[in-house]
């Protein structure tokens, strides 16, 4: 089946400085690959995601990239604040499924002022 | 309140106990889905409904474990004869199918605490 890896497992970076995590996935037939953030005792809200036909995606200060052939995908969030402190999920939906989705581990994003 | 709600948002009970979950889902989602998020851990799926189907089960879903969608609406977790084990939070989320979109989203969850 398929499977999530998430890296790094925590981040600390300044606030205005940029941050990257990184995921890949095992089953090449993924086609949906949504990002998630948590805040301490909240639910998983959605950020951003793509689809496999798309390359890179654009919202405001975060984008996400996918690159097929290495089947890796990217969140990029960039001008960082401290409001970003969270955890973020990637997750993919893998290929046949209903729409069901395998996270990852999860990145402890902090923002330091 | 346009968003997923899950009741209760907090569950104590005794090992071997059975409890019962509730969600509501955004009213014009088809597609509700069932996750168990331990500390420091995703979300993993358990279980998917397309209206009142159960489509998909997780083989995490043990046969202690049973879902109902009884009229495409609310949806119902229960677990059985509880273990420790069992303490997570049950996430709950919706999702509409139409067009190309799979986007989920999540309720507040119910937090159990088997002890």
């Known amino acids: 089946g398929e499977n999530v890896e998430q890296h790094p497992s925590t981040l600390s970076v300044q606030e205005g400085d940029s941050a990257v995590i990184k995921c890949t996935y095992s089953?090449?037939?993924?086609?949906?690959f949504p990002w998630y953030k948590q805040e301490l005792g909240k639910r998983p809200q959605l950020i951003i995601d793509?689809?496999?036909?798309?390359g890179e995606k654009k919202d405001q200060r975060i984008a996400v990239t996918l690159n097929k052939t290495a089947k890796h995908f990217s969140l990029h969030i960039t001008e960082t604040q401290p409001e970003d402190s969270a955890v973020y999920f990637c997750?993919?939906?893998?290929?046949?499924?209903?729409?069901?989705?395998?996270f990852g581990k999860g990145t402890k994003l902090s923002v330091k002022p | 309140d346009t968003g997923v709600s899950q009741d209760p948002r907090h569950k104590i009970t005794k090992r071997g106990q059975n409890v019962t979950f509730r969600c509501d889902p955004i009213?014009?989602?088809?597609?509700l889905y069932w996750y168990r998020q331990t500390l420091g851990q995703g979300p993993e799926f358990l279980t998917y409904?397309?209206?009142?189907?159960?489509?998909?089960k997780s083989r995490l879903l043990s046969d202690r474990f049973s879902a109902e969608r009884p009229k495409g609406s609310f949806s119902t977790l229960e677990i059985q004869r509880t273990e420790q084990g069992d303490s997570a939070m049950y996430l709950c989320?919706?999702?509409?199918?139409?067009?190309?979109?799979?986007?989920?989203?999540f309720g507040p969850g119910t937090r159990l605490t088997v002890t």
């Open positions: 989320a919706s999702s509409f199918q139409g067009g190309s979109t799979y986007e989920q989203y």
């Open positions: 089953d090449s037939a993924s086609n949906y």
């Open positions: 793509i689809r496999s036909n798309v």
């Open positions: 997750a993919a939906t893998p290929g046949g499924s209903q729409g069901n989705l395998i």
């Open positions: 009213s014009e989602h088809n597609r």
């Open positions: 409904f397309q209206n009142e189907a159960q489509l998909e």
